[in-house]
C-alpha cells in the first residue's frame, strides 16, 4: 500500500486495523546472488541499493535479531557532514543529500529534520579550528557558518553563555542542513522499500559461521539452515569482529565499546537545533515527543553489553547542566547502549575481502547513522562491481598496514578518542 494523504485518512476512519505488513516475512531459500549479513541501516540500505541500483533481487538480509533493533534503532540520531578530511566530507555529503530525499523516494516519512548542528567553542584556538573546518567544508560544497556568542546565545536561549560558564563560550560553527531523523522509521522504510523490490528479509536468522569452497567463502550457516551465496556482504557493526573470527580473521583494526544515550521526561519546546558541547563530548537535541536525547562518549573498554551505567549517566548529566543549568532538575525516563565498531583512524571500512567472496562493512564509530544511505549505495556498488566506488575508495582496509590512515580527528589509534 503506498502512503499517501488518502490511505492515511482511510486508516485513520477504519481504526488503523488495515495497514498491511510493512514488509512480508520471508522464508530463507537455499541460495541467492548474495547475502548481506545485519539488518541495521547500513545492511538494509545495501539490499535495498543492490536491488535498485544493479538489479541483483535475488538477495537476502539476514539478521539475527529483529529490524531496528541494533544500533540504527538505538542512536541518538544526529545527521551532518561537517568534516574536514575531503575523502570523509565528500562521503557524508553525498549521505546529505540521499537524506534530504529520502522520505519522498522510500515513500515513508523518516522524520528528517534539518534543524542545524551546532559545534559550541569555548577557546579562541578552537574557533581557528572550526574556521578551518568549516573553509575545508565550504571549499567541498558544503553549508558551514560560524557563529559569534551573541548569535549562539540567540539560538540557544537555555545555554549559559555567561562569564560565569565552567567553560564558558566563545562562539561554534553550524552546519545549517545538518539535523536529525527518527531512527526506526530508517529501518523500516528502507525494509519496505527493499521488500518491494523482492529482497527477501529473514529476521531470527543469525549467522553462526561461512560455508567455504577452498578459500572462498559461498555462503552462511544460519540458525535457520545453510544458505549459500557467491557475494557475502557483512555489515554487523558491534559485532564485526565475532563475524570475522567466523571467516577465519582474528585480527581487526576494530574495538567494540558500548555507547550509551538517554532520553528526559518531555518537555515545551527549548532546544531547536542539535547542540555540542565543545569542552567535553555531548550532543543535546529535543525529539519531536519532547524528551531531550543527550549521548557522550563510550565506555573506556571493550564490551557487547547492550545497556548502560551510572558512571557515564553522571558525566553527560554534569556536562548538560554546566552547559544549560536549567537542565539541573529535569527527570530521565530512558537509558540505554549499543555496540560500536570503532576503528583504529574512526573512519570507515567498505571494501572488497578480506576474504574471497566476502565483502566488509564496519568501522562506523560514532557516526554511522547518518552514512546510512551513503553506506549502502557504496557498499552495493562494492559487492556488485567487485570494486569500490569512488566515495569509498579511501576506506579500504589495507590502508591501515599501508599507513594512509584517515585520523579525522589527528589522534592517532585511539578509538576510545574518535
Ligand atoms: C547510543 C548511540 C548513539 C549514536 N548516535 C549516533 C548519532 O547521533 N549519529 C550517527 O550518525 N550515528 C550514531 N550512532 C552510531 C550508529 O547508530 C551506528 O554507527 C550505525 O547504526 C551502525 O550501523 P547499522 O545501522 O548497520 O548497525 P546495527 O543496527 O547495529 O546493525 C547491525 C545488525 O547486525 C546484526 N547482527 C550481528 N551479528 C549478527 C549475526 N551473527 N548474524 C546476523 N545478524 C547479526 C545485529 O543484530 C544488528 O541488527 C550511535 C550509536 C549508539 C549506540
Same mark, same amino acid.
Given at each position: 500500500?503506498?502512503?499517501?494523504?488518502? #490511505?492515511?485518512?482511510?486508516?485513520?476512519?477504519?481504526?488503523? &486495523?488495515?495497514?498491511?505488513?510493512?514488509?512480508?516475512?520471508?522464508?530463507?531459500?537455499?541460495?541467492?546472488?548474495?547475502?548481506?549479513?545485519?539488518?541495521?541501516?547500513?545492511?538494509?540500505?545495501?539490499?535495498?541499493?543492490?536491488?535498485?541500483?544493479?538489479?541483483?533481487?535475488?538477495?537476502?538480509?539476514?539478521?539475527?535479531?529483529?529490524?531496528?533493533?541494533?544500533?540504527?534503532?538505538?542512536?541518538?540520531? =544526529? =545527521?551532518?557532514?561537517?568534516?574536514?578530511?575531503?575523502?570523509?566530507?565528500? %562521503?557524508?555529503?553525498?549521505?546529505?543529500?540521499?537524506?534530504?530525499?529520502? #522520505?519522498?523516494?522510500?515513500?515513508?516519512?523518516?522524520?528528517?529534520?534539518?534543524?542545524?548542528?551546532?559545534?559550541?567553542?569555548?577557546?579562541?584556538?578552537?574557533?581557528?579550528?572550526?574556521?578551518?573546518?568549516?573553509?575545508?567544508?565550504?571549499?567541498?560544497?558544503?553549508?558551514?557558518?560560524?557563529?559569534?556568542?551573541?548569535?549562539?546565545?540567540?539560538?540557544?536561549?537555555?545555554?549559559?553563555?555567561?562569564?560565569?560558564?565552567?567553560?564558558?563560550?566563545?562562539?561554534?560553527?553550524?552546519?545549517?542542513?545538518?539535523?536529525?531523523?527518527?531512527?526506526?522509521?530508517?529501518?523500516?522504510?528502507?525494509?519496505?522499500?527493499?521488500?518491494? $523490490?523482492?529482497?527477501?528479509?529473514?529476521?531470527?536468522?543469525?549467522?553462526?559461521? %561461512?560455508?567455504?569452497?577452498?578459500?572462498?567463502?559461498?555462503?552462511?550457516?544460519?540458525?535457520?539452515?545453510?544458505?549459500?551465496?557467491?557475494?557475502?556482504?557483512?555489515?554487523?557493526?558491534?559485532?564485526?569482529?565475532?563475524?570475522?573470527?567466523?571467516?577465519?580473521?582474528?585480527?581487526?583494526?576494530?574495538?567494540?565499546?558500548?555507547?550509551?544515550?538517554?532520553?528526559?521526561?518531555?518537555?515545551?519546546?527549548?532546544?531547536?537545533?542539535?547542540?555540542?558541547?565543545?569542552?567535553?563530548?555531548?550532543?543535546?537535541?529535543?525529539?519531536?515527543?519532547?524528551?531531550?536525547?543527550?549521548?557522550? @562518549?563510550? +565506555?573506556?573498554?571493550?564490551?557487547?553489553?547492550?545497556?548502560?551505567?551510572?558512571?557515564?549517566?553522571?558525566?553527560?548529566?554534569?556536562?548538560?547542566?554546566?552547559? %544549560?543549568?536549567? $537542565?539541573?532538575?529535569?527527570?530521565?525516563?530512558?537509558?540505554?547502549?549499543?555496540?560500536? @565498531?570503532? #576503528?583504529? @583512524?574512526?573512519?570507515?571500512?567498505? +571494501?572488497?575481502?578480506?576474504?574471497?567472496?566476502?565483502?566488509?562493512?564496519?568501522?562506523?564509530?560514532?557516526?554511522?547513522?547518518?552514512?546510512?544511505?551513503?553506506?549502502?549505495?557504496?557498499?552495493?556498488?562494492?559487492?556488485?562491481?567487485?570494486?569500490? /566506488?569512488?566515495?569509498?575508495? &579511501?576506506?579500504?582496509?589495507?590502508?591501515?598496514?599501508?599507513?594512509?590512515?584517515?585520523?579525522?580527528?589527528?589522534?592517532?589509534?585511539?578509538?576510545?578518542? /574518535?
Amino acid at each position: 500500500m503506498r502512503h499517501s494523504v488518502f #490511505s492515511l485518512v482511510a486508516n485513520a476512519l477504519t481504526g488503523n &486495523a488495515r495497514w498491511p505488513r510493512q514488509w512480508r516475512a520471508a522464508t530463507p531459500k537455499p541460495a541467492y546472488d548474495a547475502i548481506v549479513v545485519g539488518g541495521g541501516g547500513h545492511g538494509l540500505t545495501t539490499a535495498y541499493y543492490l536491488a535498485k541500483e544493479h538489479g541483483l533481487t535475488n538477495i537476502a538480509v539476514v539478521e539475527k535479531g529483529w529490524i531496528g533493533g541494533g544500533n540504527v534503532g538505538r542512536n541518538t540520531t =544526529i =545527521i551532518r557532514s561537517n568534516y574536514m578530511l575531503p575523502e570523509n566530507s565528500r %562521503f557524508y555529503e553525498l549521505g546529505m543529500k540521499l537524506w534530504e530525499e529520502m #522520505s519522498q523516494e522510500l515513500n515513508y516519512n523518516v522524520m528528517f529534520s534539518q534543524r542545524g548542528v551546532i559545534n559550541l567553542a569555548h577557546t579562541s584556538a578552537q574557533m581557528d579550528a572550526f574556521a578551518r573546518r568549516g573553509n575545508a567544508m565550504r571549499l567541498e560544497g558544503i553549508d558551514a557558518e560560524l557563529m559569534t556568542r551573541e548569535e549562539v546565545a540567540a539560538r540557544l536561549p537555555g545555554l549559559d553563555v555567561s562569564d560565569r560558564a565552567r567553560f564558558p563560550i566563545v562562539g561554534g560553527m553550524i552546519q545549517p542542513r545538518a539535523g536529525t531523523a527518527r531512527h526506526d522509521a530508517v529501518a523500516w522504510g528502507y525494509a519496505r522499500a527493499a521488500d518491494k $523490490l523482492g529482497v527477501d528479509i529473514l529476521e531470527n536468522c543469525g549467522v553462526t559461521g %561461512f560455508i567455504r569452497d577452498g578459500d572462498r567463502i559461498v555462503g552462511v550457516e544460519t540458525t535457520r539452515g545453510a544458505i549459500r551465496a557467491p557475494k557475502v556482504g557483512v555489515a554487523v557493526a558491534g559485532h564485526t569482529s565475532e563475524l570475522m573470527r567466523l571467516a577465519g580473521l582474528d585480527r581487526l583494526p576494530i574495538e567494540s565499546h558500548v555507547l550509551q544515550a538517554f532520553v528526559s521526561e518531555p518537555l515545551k519546546p527549548l532546544i531547536d537545533t542539535v547542540v555540542t558541547f565543545g569542552a567535553g563530548h555531548l550532543y543535546i537535541s529535543q525529539s519531536d515527543k519532547g524528551g531531550l536525547v543527550f549521548g557522550g @562518549d563510550i +565506555d573506556g573498554y571493550n564490551s557487547y553489553a547492550q545497556r548502560g551505567n551510572m558512571p557515564v549517566i553522571r558525566h553527560v548529566a554534569a556536562e548538560a547542566v554546566s552547559m %544549560f543549568p536549567n $537542565l539541573a532538575r529535569l527527570r530521565l525516563l530512558r537509558h540505554w547502549g549499543g555496540v560500536m @565498531d570503532m #576503528s583504529m @583512524d574512526g573512519s570507515p571500512i567498505i +571494501d572488497v575481502g578480506p576474504v574471497p567472496g566476502l565483502y566488509l562493512n564496519a568501522g562506523w564509530c560514532y557516526g554511522g547513522f547518518k552514512a546510512t544511505p551513503a553506506s549502502g549505495f557504496c557498499f552495493a556498488h562494492t559487492i556488485a562491481r567487485d570494486e569500490p /566506488h569512488a566515495l569509498n575508495a &579511501a576506506f579500504r582496509l589495507d590502508r591501515f598496514a599501508a599507513g594512509r590512515t584517515l585520523d579525522e580527528k589527528g589522534i592517532g589509534p585511539s578509538p576510545q578518542l /574518535h
